[in-house]
Every structure is written in C-alpha cells, then in structure tokens.
T-cell receptor
Framework: GNSVTQMEGPVTLSEEAFLTINCTYTATGYPSLFWYVQYPGEGLQLLLKATKADDKGSNKGFEATYRKETTSFHLEKGSVQVSDSAVYFCALSDWGSARQLTFGSGTQLTVLP | GAGVSQTPSNKVTEKGKYVELRCDPISGHTALYWYRQSLGQGPEFLIYFQGTGAADDSGLPNDRFFAVRPEGSVSTLKIQRTERGDSAVYLC????????????FGSGTRLTVV
C-alpha cells in the first residue's frame, strides 16, 4: 500500500535560517506529491505540489522536487519567517486509490524571532 | 459559501452515544471527502463522495461509521455507539471535480468521547 514518512519534529529555527523537512514515500503507482500546511487554528492548506518525476513545486518561498530515484519530496526554504510557524504535512495521491490522499504524520515548525 | 464549513467545531459526547458531524462543501463542488486526524498524526482517509454516491468508503474503520450525502451537497458523518478511541478531529474537504489539486479543507470538528 501507499505510505508517507516524514521527518519527526518538532523543529525549532531562528528567523532567516534554512529549512529542510524530509519526506519519503512508498507507492504502488505513479503518485502526485504534495505539501500541506496547517497554521494554528486553521484548516489544511495546499502549499505546493508536483505531479511527475523531476517536477519542482514552489510557493511562498518553499520548494520541493519530486525525486523518483530516491522516492523523496523534501521541503526547503532558504530563509524562514516567524509567520511560517505551522505544522507541515507531506502527502501523496495515487489515482488508483480513488484520489484519496495519504498523509505523513506532520512536522511542527516553530520559528523564533 | 466561501469555504468548507464544518459543524459543530467541537463536540463532547459520552461513550456509547450517537453523534452526527456536518460538512457544508463549497457550492458546486461535486467531490467530498472525510478524513480523521488523531492527535499527533496526519489525516487518514475515511470516505469519498462523487455527487450523492460514496465512490470509495474503504477508509471507514468499522460499521459504526456511516456517511451520507443525499442531495450531493451537504454531507453528514454518523458515528454510532461512540468509543473513546473515536476521539479525533474529523476533517471534510471538497473539490470541483475530484482532482486533488483543488481540495479545500474545512477547519474540522474536534470530537471528544468521555
């Protein structure tokens, strides 16, 4: 079956530090890959996505590249801000699974001023 | 509406009771999903509706859980004989066509079974 493993948190960084959150996946087909973000008190929001190998998704300064050879989709940002403090979820969708999303367990990020 | 609305936002119930959780999707969205998020975990798929019918209910944990969407809009997740292990945040999402690119999640209903 499908599964997503992501870096355990919590992660605490100072403002302007470099961020990496690791994500690896197992899938039976050719999945699309996603990063979702959950800000305090808000619903899950799509941050970025990639639908095929070597695609790079990007949004709000965050980037992730779909690496089929290493089955990874690591999230990076060059300079984090306090407002980036949130829980980040890596997820995949295998269209053979009726479009359902399989999520990782989430990584709590806290950015200190 | 502008977003996916879930009510109530919080529900506390006694073990063994019946509960209903409501989801109002974005108007015109044909696809609707229910997920369950336990503390410290990512959301887990429960059920997917395309229109009025359940296209995939493989994530429902047992026969105490049931969901309906009779008119292809509002959906209700029903849990019978609640157990303490059912305590979680129940998330609803909708999309225009079922393409995961366009998922919009609600803020969830936090269910606590005491």
């Amino acid at each position: 079956g499908n599964s997503v493993t992501q870096m355990e948190g919590p992660v605490t960084l100072s403002e302007e530090a470099f961020l990496t959150i690791n994500c690896t996946y197992t899938a039976t087909g050719y999945p699309s890959l996603f990063w979702y973000v959950q800000y305090p008190g808000e619903g899950l929001q799509l941050l970025l996505k990639a639908t095929k190998a070597d695609d790079k998704g990007s949004n709000k300064g965050f980037e992730a590249t779909y690496r089929k050879e290493t089955t990874s989709f690591h999230l990076e940002k060059g300079s984090v801000q306090v407002s980036d403090s949130a829980v980040y979820f890596c997820a995949l969708s295998d269209w053979g699974s009726a479009r359902q999303l399989t999520f990782g367990s989430g990584t709590q990020l806290t950015v200190l001023p | 509406g502008a977003g996916v609305s879930q009510t109530p936002s919080n529900k506390v119930t006694e073990k063994g009771k019946y509960v209903e959780l409501r989801c109002d999707p974005i108007s015109g969205h044909t696809a609707l999903y229910w997920y369950r998020q336990s503390l410290g975990q990512g959301p887990e798929f429960l059920i997917y509706f395309q229109g009025t019918g359940a296209a995939d209910d493989s994530g429902l944990p047992n026969d105490r859980f049931f969901a309906v969407r009779p008119e292809g809009s509002v959906s209700t997740l029903k849990i019978q004989r609640t157990e303490r292990g059912d305590s979680a945040v129940y998330l609803c999402a909708s999309s225009l066509t079922g393409d995961e690119d366009g998922y919009t999640f609600g803020s969830g209903t936090r269910l606590t079974v005491v």
